[in-house]
Antibody, heavy 119, light 108 residues
Framework: EVQLLESGGGLIQPGKSLRLSCAAS????????MSWVRQAPGKGLEWVSA????????YYADSVKGRFTISRDNSKNMLFLQMNSLRAEDTATYFC????????????WGHGTPVTVSS | DIQMTQSPSSVSASVGDTVTITCRAS??????LAWYQQKPGKAPQLLIY???RLQSGVPSRFAGSGSGTHFTLTITGLQPEDFATYYC??????????FGQGTRLEIK
């Protein structure tokens, strides 16, 4: 059974940093691209970042480019999102999502971890 | 960036009804189009990908169609568990991958 379990969210002040983690199990992690998708309270889904299976290619939304860094540790089946210079508009629930194959569609999602950026 | 626009933003229907949700892309996305269902407080679930391919375990009352810039999700014979918010998503051109704004399906 595929499982994705995010952690690391919380209340953080503007300008500070936070690192989200996603522990994956139930599939051959390194064979699949992975992504982060966020959802602000009461709003729709916003793609944040994606990383290829081997980690050699990374992609970012313009809204986070230069501030967020996606990475993975295939030896530990872990996905990460390092978030720096956080802003109030980064407040959202962050979902870890498994790509169905290459970077395209998401067939499994974690439960999400909430991030609140506020002073 | 490719903009995805869904209509309607919300729709009311009764159990047993047939509902169609439309998704329009600002540019041709070929067949790189998916639909997700999201219930309150839960993660989205993939329903359909590649325009019309039903994800494993998804009931056959869900059907997708379309091509290029115009796509539809049709739910035939609504069940109580289908009342949720639905999102379309394009994967033809990234970054960024983009989602529609969502369509809320409510019980009449």
């Amino acid at each position: 059974e595929v499982q994705l379990l995010e952690s690391g969210g919380g209340l953080i002040q503007p300008g500070k940093s936070l690192r989200l983690s996603c522990a994956a199990s139930g599939f051959t992690f390194g064979n699949y691209a992975m992504s982060w998708v966020r959802q602000a309270p009461g709003k729709g889904l916003e793609w944040v970042s994606a990383i290829s299976g081997r980690g050699g290619s990374t992609y970012y939304a313009d809204s986070v480019k230069g501030r967020f860094t996606i990475s993975r540790d295939n030896s530990k089946n872990m996905l990460f999102l390092q978030m720096n210079s956080l802003r109030a508009e980064d407040t959202a629930t962050y979902f870890c999502a498994k790509d169905i194959d290459s970077i395209s569609y998401y067939d499994y999602w974690g439960h999400g971890t909430p991030v609140t950026v506020s002073s | 960036d490719i903009q995805m626009t869904q209509s309607p933003s919300s729709v009311s229907a009764s159990v047993g009804d047939t509902v169609t949700i439309t998704c329009r892309a600002s540019q041709d996305v070929s067949n790189w189009l998916a639909w997700y269902q999201q219930k309150p407080g839960k993660a989205p679930q993939l329903l359909i990908y590649g325009v019309s391919r039903l994800q494993s375990g998804v009931p056959s009352r869900f059907a997708g169609s379309g091509s290029g810039t115009h796509f539809t999700l049709t739910i035939t014979g609504l069940q109580p568990e289908d009342f949720a918010t639905y999102y379309c998503q394009q994967a033809n051109s990234f970054p960024p991958i983009t989602f529609g704004q969502g369509t809320r399906l409510e019980i009449k």
